[in-house]
């Protein structure tokens, strides 16, 4: 018998915009060990980027995120969600427009939806946000993982127009309000 631990691996599925934001922020938190960029939600097999984006799939740009709940819980994922995107706008964050960047959590077990639905309640009853939370809470039927130029997007175009108007104000945000989780 091994003298070490089992690591115990848990899985969240979240949308909240552009995939390439989510990704970049999730990936800094300790207790993270992988965000995977893809499609969730939709009707569609095996969507592309391109279908995805004609809004006509129903898929969500989402994160699959593979957390150690020993080191980050589910709580812990979603305050960092529910600060990096605006959930009181219905299919659209900042520019990106139309239902693939909807607020969605896609649970993958009844703890994760008590929990999420949980944590709406108490953000609305403190009225942390001006308007009304839209944020969909969903079973997770099937998550299709995007094309490859889709992961890690960001560490591998820092520089791009994009990145540096829309996902370094997230990752500041992220140091800023999340110091202590991150790796």
Wanted: hydrophobic residues 35%; contains cysteine.
């Amino acid at each position: 018998m091994s003298g070490f631990a089992q690591q115990k691996t848990e899985k969240i599925t979240l949308g909240g915009g552009c995939f390439w934001c989510l990704e970049a922020a999730f990936e800094m938190l300790d207790g993270v060990s992988e965000v995977v960029s893809g499609y969730a939600g939709g009707d569609t097999e095996n969507p592309s980027y391109r279908d995805v984006c004609s809004g006509e799939t129903g898929h969500a740009e989402v994160v699959q995120i593979s957390f150690d709940p020993e080191k980050i819980s589910l709580v812990n994922l979603l305050e960092v969600f529910f600060t990096i995107h605006d959930p009181t706008t219905l299919n659209r964050q900042g520019m990106d427009a139309g239902t693939q960047y909807r607020s969605v959590i896609f649970y993958h077990n009844a703890a994760q939806q008590q929990t999420a639905s949980e944590i709406i309640s108490g953000l609305e009853k403190l009225r942390v946000f001006r308007n009304p939370i839209v944020t969909e809470i969903q079973p997770l039927s099937i998550f299709y993982p995007a094309e490859e130029y889709h992961q890690n997007y960001f560490a591998n175009n820092p520089n791009e127009g994009y990145c540096q108007f829309t996902i370094v104000p997230k990752l500041q945000k992220m140091k800023k309000y999340f110091s202590n989780q991150l790796k």
